[in-house]
């Protein structure tokens, strides 16, 4: 069964501190896979996309990596910031197919 | 570039009252368009998609139906809302493989 799943559910953490984001899946075959920030209330945005002979892709603060062999995915926040309070979506795509992740609710306080 | 629009933006219904939302894309011809509906504290569950003009697949079976009347608009509706359809929905739009665009989404209170 395709399957995305996200950890932690939730995090708290000081404003400039790091943070690391997991996803883990189980769809196959693998095309590309997607961070989305989503903002309360907002459409998810897109952070970063890697196909699966990428291991790495950074956006500003955020740099995602990939593991294509053991099917896992982390998105690391460096010096966050109060604006990264956010939920935090994996997607993992085949072809027309979306597999999303429960998301990481992240909150930054200061 | 593409836009995408949703509205309304919010809305608050009785339950047994229809709905209509609506979505558009611009910018871009033959999208394929989906409608998504989040739950307070879940993840995304796709309800429809759509390839072209009158292609409609439903994921999931409800009180939900989609139309797609123009090549860019994308509807989602209902004839008697249920309480349970209250939820955020967001629309969303793909060239094809690999991209997905989100619109802002309408924020729905069955009351």
């Known amino acids: 069964k395709n399957q995305v799943e996200q950890s932690p559910q939730s995090l708290i953490i000081l404003e400039g501190k790091n943070c690391t984001l997991q996803c883990n899946y189980t769809v196959s075959p693998f095309s590309n896979l997607r961070w989305y920030k989503q903002d309360t209330g907002r459409g998810p945005v897109s952070l970063t996309i890697m196909t699966f002979s990428e291991n790495t892709k950074s956006n500003g603060r955020y740099t995602a990596t990939l593991d294509a062999d053991t099917k896992q995915s982390s998105l690391h926040i460096t010096a966050s910031q109060l604006s990264d309070s956010a939920s935090y979506i994996c997607?993992?795509?085949?072809?027309?197919?979306?597999?999303f992740g429960t998301g990481t609710s992240l909150t930054v306080i200061p | 570039s593409q836009t995408i629009h949703q509205w309304p933006a919010t809305l608050v219904q009785p339950v047994g009252s229809p709905l209509s939302l609506e979505c558009t894309v611009e910018?871009?011809?033959?999208?394929?368009l989906y409608w998504y509906r989040q739950a307070a504290g879940r993840g995304l569950q796709l309800l429809f998609y759509s390839v072209g003009i009158g292609q409609i697949s439903s994921e999931v079976p409800q009180n939900l139906s989609a139309s797609r009347p123009q090549d860019r608009q994308f509807i989602l509706s209902s004839k008697k809302l249920l309480l349970s359809d209250s939820g955020f929905y967001l629309c969303a739009w793909s060239p094809g493989a690999y991209e997905q665009y989100f619109g802002p989404g309408t924020r729905l209170t069955v009351t």
């Open positions: 910018g871009t011809s033959n999208p394929n």
């Open positions: 997607v993992v795509s085949v072809g027309n197919q979306f597999y």
